[in-house]
């Protein structure tokens, strides 16, 4: 331990993971020294930041965020925010992406984060280094840049690391046979900001997740022409005008043209994929062992530890979750490691649990490249953190108004923004369309909770 025997710990970016590390860790004066964020860019918020361009800064460091001009969430603020801060009672559940940036502000000013982030500083190592009388026998090493001279570097000691460095700006992009020979514009979703500049073009548009879906609506807004290509159930709810499913694009053929599944075709002007994103960790010393493989970040006790160094924590890797109190259960959950309150078990139990878990996932008929995607399964393993580390879980009407907003959305994808939820108690809320109408609750959220 360092620091009149307080525990050290730094925050690897200041996105809402990385303020939500940082806010658990200073409400425990008692057990931990003042945190140190790094963050590399000059705002707080991560993915939420709009930046207009693509590419890169004038310094040379790429442009991180993937947000969109148009962008509302898609999923209520009243389950959107962190629990322990709700959003301003005026706005529309559904908003845009500029007030959230505004809350996580807000959160930055009323937990008093900001004193504790140093902008402009990018992470160049994490090295672990034995320690006795150190936390478990660790403490790390972290080296950061300044980014104005990179020439700076600094390295400090710390007694735990929470790597908050989001996953929304390294591309994925599938590797279709022939790709090389598409001979229109290629682009990936990390690039797109407003639909003006496809207006009236023919657009393939790969993988139909949420800003997939979200995307073609807008360029249907803009008399694009777009087929929609994935690999999952055809979407029955009504579509956009102009807007048509087909199934994956397999390869492009000589001459430029598309080839899906079905044996179709198409030579679309765009073809757009959004097909997600890579974890990268490029900072982790490699004895560390935490491997990215097929979409899957391990090995991870909780999808958080790796057990051969568990002062290391990877915050918010999991996906298809609600992000915010998700940061929420698992930064008490870290604190909890810490603070001794619940004791891990040996890293043989820990690599043994990773091993029974992901058998389990696998048995399910869960490919590796989705076991990180929770879905409705994050309920129970939020339940679960909050459990075994002996703090509050989530509100009850939590997952009940989070499922069945995905029961309206798979309805009627191109209205179920404009409804407005109104939280009740802690187990009950209601909910009305555009014109007032209360709404029924979606039945089998409510036989599932």
């Known amino acids: 331990m360092s620091g009149l025997g307080k525990l050290r710990v730094a925050v690897i970016g200041a996105g ?31 993915t939420w930041v709009y930046e207009e361009r693509v590419g890169c800064y004038d310094n040379g460091l790429p442009i991180h965020s993937s947000m969109y001009r148009d962008l509302r969430t898609n999923i209520p603020k009243e389950v959107m925010s962190f629990p322990d801060f709700p959003f301003a009672k005026h706005l529309p559940s559904f908003v845009h992406h500029t007030e959230v940036r505004k809350y996580l502000e807000q959160y930055c000013d009323h937990f008093r984060l900001w004193d504790h982030i140093q902008f402009g500083t990018s992470v160049a190592s994490v090295t672990p280094v034995d320690v006795k009388g150190g936390w478990n026998g660790l403490a790390w090493d972290v080296t950061s840049n300044d980014g104005v001279d990179h020439s700076k570097s600094t390295t400090e000691r710390f007694d735990a690391v929470m790597v908050c460095n989001g996953h929304f700006y390294d591309p994925y992009i599938p590797a279709i046979p022939g790709l090389e020979k598409f001979k229109g514009m290629l682009m990936h979703s990390h690039d797109y900001r407003s639909a003006e500049p496809l207006a009236g073009k023919s657009v393939v548009l790969l993988g139909a997740g949420l800003s997939g879906l979200d995307i073609a609506m807008e360029l249907s807004s803009v008399d694009a022409q777009v087929i929609l290509s994935h690999g999952q159930r055809p979407l029955t709810c009504p579509l956009p005008p102009g807007v048509q499913q087909a199934p994956p694009v397999t390869s492009v053929l000589e001459d430029g ?16 994929f959004c097909t997600g994103y890579n974890f990268t960790f490029p900072f982790l010393d490699k004895k560390v062992g935490v491997k990215v493989q097929e979409h899957l970040v391990w090995p991870l006790y909780k999808f958080l530890i790796p057990p051969a160094y568990p002062s290391l924590f990877i915050v918010g890797i999991c996906r298809a979750i609600c992000p915010f109190p998700h940061f929420h259960v698992q930064s008490q959950f870290v604190l909890s490691v810490l603070d001794g309150s619940f004791r891990l ?105």
């Open 16 to 46: 809402a993971a990385g303020l939500c590390a940082a806010r658990h860790l200073l409400s425990r004066r008692d057990t931990f020294a003042t945190p140190v964020v790094y963050e590399l860019t000059k705002n707080i918020g991560g």
């Open 257 to 272: 043209t598309l080839e899906f599944k079905n044996g179709e075709r198409a030579k679309p002007e765009v073809f757009l």
């Open 345 to 449: 078990p040996s890293r043989e139990e820990m690599e043994k649990d990773i091993e029974l878990d992901i058998a389990a996932r696998r048995a399910r008929g869960i490919a590796t490249r989705h076991i990180l995607k929770l879905d409705s399964e994050q309920w129970a393993y939020n339940d679960e953190l909050a459990h075994l580390g002996g703090f509050k879980p989530l509100p009850r009407y939590w997952s009940n108004l989070y499922e069945s907003n995905k029961v309206f959305r798979a309805r009627d994808m191109l209205n179920y923004k404009t409804y407005n939820y109104t939280v009740l108690d802690n187990m009950e809320w209601k909910v009305h369309d555009l014109h007032g109408q209360q709404l029924q609750k979606p039945l089998a959220v409510k036989k599932q909770m």
